[in-house]
Protein backbone atom coordinates (compact mmCIF):
# COMPACT_ATOMS: atom_id res chain seq x y z
CA UNK A 1 0.00 0.00 0.00
CA UNK A 2 0.79 3.62 0.05
CA UNK A 3 3.29 4.54 2.15
CA UNK A 4 3.08 8.74 3.14
CA UNK A 5 6.10 9.92 5.64
CA UNK A 6 6.29 13.34 6.69
CA UNK A 7 8.53 15.54 8.13
CA UNK A 8 9.18 17.47 10.89
CA UNK A 9 6.88 15.92 13.35
CA UNK A 10 7.41 19.04 15.42
CA UNK A 11 8.32 22.61 13.84
CA UNK A 12 8.65 25.57 15.46
CA UNK A 13 9.40 29.21 14.14
CA UNK A 14 8.88 33.04 14.63
CA UNK A 15 6.19 35.07 13.27
CA UNK A 16 7.08 36.11 10.18
CA UNK A 17 8.98 33.82 8.81
CA UNK A 18 8.55 30.88 6.52
CA UNK A 19 8.02 27.08 7.92
CA UNK A 20 7.95 23.96 5.07
CA UNK A 21 6.76 20.58 5.50
CA UNK A 22 8.07 17.61 3.39
CA UNK A 23 6.23 14.41 2.25
CA UNK A 24 7.59 11.71 0.61
CA UNK A 25 5.17 8.75 -0.70
CA UNK A 26 5.98 5.63 -2.29
CA UNK A 27 3.93 5.11 -5.52
CA UNK A 28 4.36 6.76 -8.36
CA UNK A 29 1.27 6.53 -9.84
CA UNK A 30 -0.06 8.90 -7.08
CA UNK A 31 -1.76 11.59 -8.70
CA UNK A 32 -3.31 14.05 -6.14
CA UNK A 33 -1.34 15.40 -2.90
CA UNK A 34 -3.68 17.66 -0.56
CA UNK A 35 -3.22 19.09 2.72
CA UNK A 36 -4.91 19.50 5.76
CA UNK A 37 -4.63 21.90 9.01
CA UNK A 38 -5.73 20.36 11.85
CA UNK A 39 -6.56 22.76 15.11
CA UNK A 40 -7.65 21.93 18.49
CA UNK A 41 -10.50 20.50 18.88
CA UNK A 42 -11.44 20.47 15.85
CA UNK A 43 -11.39 18.00 12.48
CA UNK A 44 -8.52 18.41 9.42
CA UNK A 45 -9.60 20.92 7.17
CA UNK A 46 -8.34 21.07 3.10
CA UNK A 47 -5.94 24.09 3.09
CA UNK A 48 -4.32 23.09 -0.71
CA UNK A 49 -3.92 20.52 -2.96
CA UNK A 50 -2.16 19.31 -6.02
CA UNK A 51 -2.39 17.27 -9.03
CA UNK A 52 0.19 15.83 -10.42
CA UNK A 53 -0.11 17.53 -13.68
CA UNK A 54 1.41 20.59 -12.34
CA UNK A 55 4.68 21.19 -10.36
CA UNK A 56 3.41 23.80 -8.39
CA UNK A 57 0.35 25.72 -6.56
CA UNK A 58 0.04 29.02 -4.54
CA UNK A 59 -2.87 30.59 -2.67
CA UNK A 60 -1.92 33.81 -0.75
CA UNK A 61 0.75 33.10 1.76
CA UNK A 62 0.64 29.09 1.10
CA UNK A 63 2.08 26.60 -1.73
CA UNK A 64 2.58 23.32 -2.46
CA UNK A 65 5.58 21.94 -4.85
CA UNK A 66 5.27 18.28 -6.34
CA UNK A 67 8.44 16.48 -7.87
CA UNK A 68 6.87 13.27 -9.02
CA UNK A 69 10.64 12.36 -10.03
CA UNK A 70 12.17 12.53 -6.22
CA UNK A 71 8.18 11.38 -5.47
CA UNK A 72 7.60 13.68 -2.67
CA UNK A 73 5.92 17.27 -2.22
CA UNK A 74 6.33 20.20 0.41
CA UNK A 75 3.79 22.40 1.81
CA UNK A 76 5.17 26.41 2.20
CA UNK A 77 3.81 28.94 4.28
CA UNK A 78 5.45 32.18 4.25
CA UNK A 79 5.38 35.37 6.73
CA UNK A 80 3.83 33.09 9.13
CA UNK A 81 1.12 34.08 11.84
CA UNK A 82 0.18 32.88 15.04
CA UNK A 83 -3.16 31.34 13.83
CA UNK A 84 -0.82 29.03 11.33
CA UNK A 85 -0.52 27.47 14.79
CA UNK A 86 -2.05 24.01 14.24
CA UNK A 87 -1.20 20.45 13.12
CA UNK A 88 -0.07 19.91 9.37
CA UNK A 89 -0.92 16.60 7.67
CA UNK A 90 -0.28 15.16 3.90
CA UNK A 91 -2.39 12.49 2.26
CA UNK A 92 -1.87 10.64 -0.63
CA UNK A 93 -3.79 8.11 -2.54
CA UNK A 94 -4.04 4.67 -1.40
CA UNK A 95 -2.48 1.80 -3.88
CA UNK A 96 -6.22 1.58 -5.46
CA UNK A 97 -7.38 5.20 -5.39
CA UNK A 98 -10.17 4.40 -2.63
CA UNK A 99 -9.26 6.17 -0.16
CA UNK A 100 -6.33 8.83 1.46
CA UNK A 101 -3.28 7.69 3.07
CA UNK A 102 -1.76 10.29 5.91
CA UNK A 103 1.01 11.39 6.78
CA UNK A 104 1.88 11.29 10.76
CA UNK A 105 1.51 15.27 10.79
CA UNK A 106 3.58 18.38 11.82
CA UNK A 107 2.97 20.62 14.76
CA UNK A 108 3.55 24.18 13.69
CA UNK A 109 4.32 26.52 16.35
CA UNK A 110 4.27 30.39 15.65
CA UNK A 111 5.97 32.33 18.20
CA UNK A 112 5.00 35.98 18.03
CA UNK B 1 -24.44 25.56 8.26
CA UNK B 2 -22.54 22.32 9.26
CA UNK B 3 -21.04 20.74 6.32
CA UNK B 4 -20.43 17.56 7.95
CA UNK B 5 -21.99 16.81 11.95
CA UNK B 6 -21.27 14.00 14.01
CA UNK B 7 -22.54 13.80 17.38
CA UNK B 8 -21.73 13.47 20.23
CA UNK B 9 -18.93 15.17 20.40
CA UNK B 10 -18.05 14.02 23.75
CA UNK B 11 -18.85 10.16 24.33
CA UNK B 12 -17.03 8.52 27.71
CA UNK B 13 -18.15 5.04 28.81
CA UNK B 14 -17.55 1.69 30.88
CA UNK B 15 -15.78 -1.26 29.36
CA UNK B 16 -17.86 -3.45 27.65
CA UNK B 17 -20.68 -0.93 26.94
CA UNK B 18 -22.33 -0.76 23.08
CA UNK B 19 -22.13 3.02 21.47
CA UNK B 20 -22.76 4.66 18.46
CA UNK B 21 -21.72 7.88 17.02
CA UNK B 22 -23.66 9.22 13.84
CA UNK B 23 -22.77 11.07 11.53
CA UNK B 24 -24.44 13.44 8.64
CA UNK B 25 -23.83 15.78 5.19
CA UNK B 26 -25.22 17.85 3.65
CA UNK B 27 -22.81 18.23 1.00
CA UNK B 28 -24.39 16.03 -1.29
CA UNK B 29 -21.37 13.71 -1.49
CA UNK B 30 -21.65 10.48 -2.54
CA UNK B 31 -18.78 8.99 -0.86
CA UNK B 32 -18.20 9.08 3.62
CA UNK B 33 -15.73 8.05 5.74
CA UNK B 34 -14.76 6.77 9.11
CA UNK B 35 -11.18 7.73 10.89
CA UNK B 36 -9.66 7.26 13.80
CA UNK B 37 -7.20 9.63 15.44
CA UNK B 38 -4.86 7.96 18.22
CA UNK B 39 -3.38 10.16 21.16
CA UNK B 40 -0.43 10.96 18.42
CA UNK B 41 -2.89 12.08 16.43
CA UNK B 42 -1.66 9.85 13.62
CA UNK B 43 -5.21 9.41 11.43
CA UNK B 44 -6.16 5.85 10.27
CA UNK B 45 -8.77 4.98 8.14
CA UNK B 46 -11.49 2.85 9.33
CA UNK B 47 -14.05 2.50 6.57
CA UNK B 48 -15.48 4.22 3.42
CA UNK B 49 -19.07 3.96 2.18
CA UNK B 50 -20.04 4.66 -1.51
CA UNK B 51 -22.89 5.17 -2.49
CA UNK B 52 -24.16 2.97 0.34
CA UNK B 53 -21.82 0.47 -0.57
CA UNK B 54 -18.79 -0.31 1.64
CA UNK B 55 -15.66 0.10 -0.19
CA UNK B 56 -12.96 -0.73 2.28
CA UNK B 57 -12.88 -2.42 5.68
CA UNK B 58 -9.30 -1.72 7.07
CA UNK B 59 -8.57 -3.88 9.58
CA UNK B 60 -10.68 -3.09 12.25
CA UNK B 61 -12.47 -5.38 14.71
CA UNK B 62 -15.58 -6.55 13.84
CA UNK B 63 -16.69 -4.92 17.11
CA UNK B 64 -16.85 -1.91 14.86
CA UNK B 65 -19.67 -1.48 11.96
CA UNK B 66 -20.67 1.41 9.68
CA UNK B 67 -24.43 1.62 9.17
CA UNK B 68 -25.58 4.13 6.47
CA UNK B 69 -29.43 4.38 6.10
CA UNK B 70 -29.09 6.38 2.97
CA UNK B 71 -26.12 8.78 1.40
CA UNK B 72 -26.27 11.55 3.96
CA UNK B 73 -25.33 9.73 6.65
CA UNK B 74 -22.88 7.12 8.02
CA UNK B 75 -23.03 5.69 11.54
CA UNK B 76 -20.34 4.06 13.34
CA UNK B 77 -21.38 1.38 16.43
CA UNK B 78 -19.52 -0.18 18.67
CA UNK B 79 -20.07 -3.18 20.71
CA UNK B 80 -18.31 -4.50 23.75
CA UNK B 81 -15.69 -1.28 24.05
CA UNK B 82 -12.02 -2.01 24.92
CA UNK B 83 -9.62 0.32 26.49
CA UNK B 84 -7.99 0.73 23.33
CA UNK B 85 -10.93 1.69 21.77
CA UNK B 86 -10.16 5.45 23.83
CA UNK B 87 -9.49 7.67 20.64
CA UNK B 88 -11.06 11.22 18.45
CA UNK B 89 -13.42 9.54 15.73
CA UNK B 90 -13.58 11.55 13.02
CA UNK B 91 -16.12 11.20 9.51
CA UNK B 92 -15.48 12.85 6.39
CA UNK B 93 -17.06 13.01 3.30
CA UNK B 94 -16.01 13.62 -0.51
CA UNK B 95 -17.84 14.52 -3.64
CA UNK B 96 -17.12 10.73 -5.10
CA UNK B 97 -14.68 8.39 -4.05
CA UNK B 98 -11.25 8.29 -5.38
CA UNK B 99 -8.70 11.58 -5.48
CA UNK B 100 -10.97 14.40 -4.33
CA UNK B 101 -11.19 16.37 -1.33
CA UNK B 102 -12.49 16.15 2.01
CA UNK B 103 -14.71 17.40 4.67
CA UNK B 104 -14.32 16.32 7.91
CA UNK B 105 -16.08 16.91 10.70
CA UNK B 106 -15.15 18.06 14.18
CA UNK B 107 -14.73 14.66 15.95
CA UNK B 108 -15.94 12.83 18.81
CA UNK B 109 -13.78 12.19 21.54
CA UNK B 110 -14.41 8.79 23.12
CA UNK B 111 -13.02 7.97 26.79
CA UNK B 112 -13.09 4.27 27.64
CA UNK B 113 -12.96 4.06 31.79
Known amino acids: GENVEQHPSTLSVQEGDSAVIKCTYSDSASNYFPWYKQELGKGPQLIIDIRSNVGEKKDQRIAVTLNKTAKHFSLHITETQPEDSAVYFC???????????FGAGTRLTVKP | DTAVSQTPKYLVTQMGNDKSIKCEQN?????MYWYKQDSKKFLKIMFS???????INETVPNRFSPKSPDKAHLNLHINSLELGDSAVYFC????????????FGDGTRLSIL
Open chain 2, 49 to 55: YNNKELI
Open chain 2, 92 to 103: ASSRTLGNQPQH
Open chain 2, 27 to 31: LGHDT
Open chain 1, 91 to 101: AAPSYNNNDMR
